[in-house]
């Protein structure tokens, strides 16, 4: 039908051509290559047929259906934010941190809870044991941290770690053992807080011992912590510094838990190793550090100089 039309126009044209060159020509004989009369009569015809048809296009009916606005039925491209293989890690790692926070201080608050209520030793361990299976932040990370830590010595299990850790000077007679306290002062260095009371008419006494923060692990994942304590402040106020190699005081501990919330550090044997059971002797070599965010509050109430 397309290619009648286009010849049926085609020779209409000419038709018409030709009769306009007859005009201006009428005086000539002759049409010089005209269209017959005839031929182009059967041209017309077939133009108004076509026309009367239509275009194939205009026959073909769309349904008012799928006849949409183009901005209801094309949407423009919204690029998504694909977040970097970093910041998912790191989101994961937030989330699992938090889980791990609120662990800690709910056994920090059991343990608390099982101190005040019985004081049963074995209650105690049980609770104690519960921090050995769970994820830890490591010790070093901690002490080298710009935040600055503070631990109060929630529990002990034998006078012989305290006097591992501390001066011993609350054995000497008349003194007791009030506090202690453990500051993480950042770049790995620390302060331990004795707080000794004595008999009588007399204010309790603070020695602080500073030194410096040494970790390693061994290849059975164990953490060895040590503190080189090369400085002691009496409760004069006097600083007594080290001064010679020989007189620098190291404390090594094995740490089994350590976050924000809490430290659990286990007494080495004297042979050095890796205990076989931290809680063997009723606990004997362990001690617990729980977080103290009311140290200044705690130091007025004990009446410390």
């Not at 659990?264 to 890796?274: F, Q, R, S, T």
């Amino acid at each position: 039908t397309t290619t009648t039309t286009t010849i049926a126009t085609a020779i209409t044209t000419i038709a018409i051509a030709t009769s306009s060159s007859k005009t201006k020509t009428k005086n000539k004989g002759k049409s010089g290559g005209g269209v017959s009369s005839d031929l182009a009569a059967w041209a017309a015809s077939q133009q108004t047929s076509d026309q009367s048809d239509g275009p194939v296009d205009d026959q073909l009916e769309t349904p008012d259906d799928v006849v949409q606005d183009a901005s209801e039925t094309f949407l423009p491209f919204k690029k998504e934010k694909k977040q970097s293989k970093r910041r998912i890690k790191q989101s994961e790692r937030l989330q699992i941190d938090k889980k791990n926070d609120a662990i800690a201080k709910s056994i920090v608050q059991k343990l608390e809870t099982a101190l005040d209520e019985n004081n049963n030793i074995q209650s105690i361990l049980d609770v104690i044991s519960t921090f050995f299976g769970e994820e830890s932040t490591s010790i070093k990370t901690l002490t080298y941290s710009k935040q600055k830590l503070t631990y109060r010595l929630a529990w002990v299990g034998g006078d012989d770690a305290l006097c591992h850790l501390g001066t011993g000077l609350h054995k000497v007679p008349l003194a007791r053992m009030q506090e202690v306290f453990m500051n993480f002062q950042g770049k790995g260095r620390i302060e331990i807080f004795e707080v000794i009371s004595v008999i009588g008419p007399f204010p309790n006494v603070r020695n602080t011992l500073q030194g410096d923060s040494q970790v390693t692990t061994n290849e059975e994942g164990s953490t060895k912590w040590t503190i080189v304590m090369d400085s002691m402040v009496d409760g004069t106020g006097k600083e007594i510094l080290a001064g010679k190699e020989e007189n620098i005081r190291r404390v090594p501990l094995m740490v089994y838990f350590s976050d924000q919330n809490a430290v659990v550090a286990v007494v080495p044997p004297p042979e050095g190793g890796v205990p076989e059971n931290p809680l063997q002797d009723n606990g004997k070599n362990i001690l617990v550090f729980v977080r103290e965010d009311n140290i200044d509050d705690k130091l007025d109430a004990l009446r410390v100089l």
